[in-house]
Each structure stands twice: as C-alpha cells, then as structure tokens.
C-alpha cells in the first residue's frame, strides 16, 4: 500500500526519525506561541524555501498536502475581512499552514519502517507496566495488512448489488461490510489460537 | 483475547477502507463520507473498550504516515490541521458510543441509536469544537457556528449507525460484541 513517505530521497530522509519528530513537537508548540504577522511570515518563507531546495517533487507534493486547508483559508478570509482584523486572520493562517506544512515534511521524508521503530522505542517502557506492547505491534500489522483485503470484500459487494439492482448501492451495503469485518476477525482470532496466540 | 485483539485490527482496517470507498449515496441524493460513521460503529458493534482501541489504532496509522483518512489525508499534517479536536474526540465519541449501548437496557436500535448520538455527535463535537476554536484562535461559540452546517449529515449517521447495528443483530447476534 501507498505511504506519504516521498520517494524522492533527500538529505531528511536520513536524519534519524525520533530527531525529526522531536524537532517537529518544538518547532509546533513555538509556532503556537508566536503572535507576529511578520515573523510568521518569514518562517513561512523560510520553510518554503527549503521545500524548494529539496527538490520541485517535494514541494509539489507539499503544496497538494496543503489542499485540505482551503475550506479553512476562506472562512479565515470571510471572517476576518467581515471584522477587520486582517493582520490577525493572516497570522493564524500562516501559523496553520506552517504548522501542518512542517508536519507533512517529517511524515514526507520518513519511511513507515522508521516510524514503527521510534512507536516501537515509546511503548517499550510501557512493557514493565504490564502493558501488551507486542500485541500491539501485531495489531498494528493486522490492521495494515487487512485494509486490501476488506477494501476487495466492499468491492464485491458493491458489484453484487449492482448485477442485481440498476439503482447505485445505498447505506445498506455498509451492513455485509461490517459482516465482513466481523467475520474476518473472527478467523484471523482462530488462525491467532491455532499458532499459540497472541502473547 | 486473540478474539479482541482481531476484532480491533480488523475494524481499525474498516475505518480506513470506510474512508475510500466511494461516497455512500442517501436515497434522496445527498453523500455522505462513511468514516465517522465507522467511529460509531466501532463503539456500537465492539463496546466501548475495544471500539475505543479500534479507532486509537486507526488513528496511530494515520500519524505513522498512512493517507487512511477521507481524501486521502494522513501523516503528521492532519494533527496540526483545524479539525484536530475531531480526531482526539474520535476514540471518546466510539468509547461513549459503546458504552451507552452496553449499558442500556433497551432493544438495540434505540440504544445504539442514543449511543451513537451521545457519542459520534455530543461527545465528538465537545473535543472538534474547542480544537476549531484553538486552532483557528476563535471563541467557542463562534468555532460552534462553523460546525452547525455538519450536523444534519451527523444525525443522519446516527441513524444509519442505529440501523446497521440493528442489522447486524439481526444477522449474527453473537458477533455484537458490545451485547455479547
């Protein structure tokens, strides 16, 4: 399955995950702290930049990342030209798109396996509480590992309906698709059992 | 336990498969997207424990940098964005979803129904609300106003959770955990 992770190597690919990470929380709870449209501004700036020198395929699949924000920009625009406060609207929405943008930047220059190993490293601790942290690990494994096989169960489903019906499947479908899901958890539980459980 | 443990992975994985699927279309042409209509769900089909892990789970796939989330959004991003507070509140509304079902002694519609609205409706909008309102540097009453226009469609999926929870009562009663 696809990740968000880019592809296109660059020099962040190779920092070491919990760094990024750890950068990303600093560099979040500073940006929150920040009133000033101006500097806002210039870190907007800057970091546009260094999507830029990472290469025209980062910052494109940065710039699309960014999409989902629009609904947000407009009401931002709307509320804030209706009331006036336009130095304070551009600021929290330079601060928003900042703040997901350097997110989107960890996530985009970190492979899935480097993150599952920084998950790995939090949780371990919790192992001496008591805590199933193995079983967590599966699950995560299971979950990752079922999305194909639920998403090919939902499209049979929806071909099913449609060899008998000209009208487009409705809501109704989505009771076989929790069948479905249910039905598959039960097997893998067997399959779990059978092997010794989970732990 | 093996059974538990399936149980979330597997309805973890139907959360994301829910926000991928093409658009559900409502009899009279309005669609809607299934994905937190998979939260409540969650709460009303496994109970309150393991639905509320089921959709931590979900969540923490998302944040490894999975695009699990309705349109293809995922990643560390989706956590600074405005809608932040929905998806804290996503494993609470699932958590008091089930346990409204679990608890009350009434035939199942009407129970998920009320778990479903008391979750994936007041609970839910008790975390999106403040979150819109942080994020967007708004008062709460104002950050309400934007999210009024979601609440017809919410509502129509409390119904619509009321109604597959029934289903699936219907067609395998052992399989509801959340009454089992």
Redesign the interface.
Known sequence: MLTLTSPVETPLHRLPAGLKLALLCAATVALFRIDSAAILAATAVALGTLHLALGRPIAAAALRQLRPLWPFMALLALWHGWTGELTQGVAIALRLVTAVACANLVTMTTRLTDMLAVLDRLVAPLTRLGLPTRRMTLAVALAIRFIPVLSDRIDAIRTAWSARSPRPPGWRILIPAALAALDEAEHVAEALRARGGAG | ???S??????????I???G??PQ????FGVP?T?QS?GVM?CGT?LGARRGALAVL??L??VA?????LS?G??????????TVGFLIGFPIAAFVAGLVTEKLRLAILPAAGIGAFLGGVVALYAFGIPGLAL????TLTEAAL?VVAFLPGDLIKVV?AA??TQ??AR??PD?LLSRG
Do not use: C, N, T
Not at chain 2, 24 to 27: G, V
């Open positions: 336990m093996e059974r443990l399936s149980h979330i992975a597997l309805f973890a994985a139907l994301a498969v829910l991928f699927v559900i279309m409502l009899p809607i299934a209509l769900l089909v789970l979900f923490s796939l490894l940098g999975l695009p699990l349109g959004r995922g990643g560390l991003g989706v956590f600074a964005s405005p994020m967007l540097d708004k934007m619509l109604l597959i289903g699936i067609m395998r399989a």
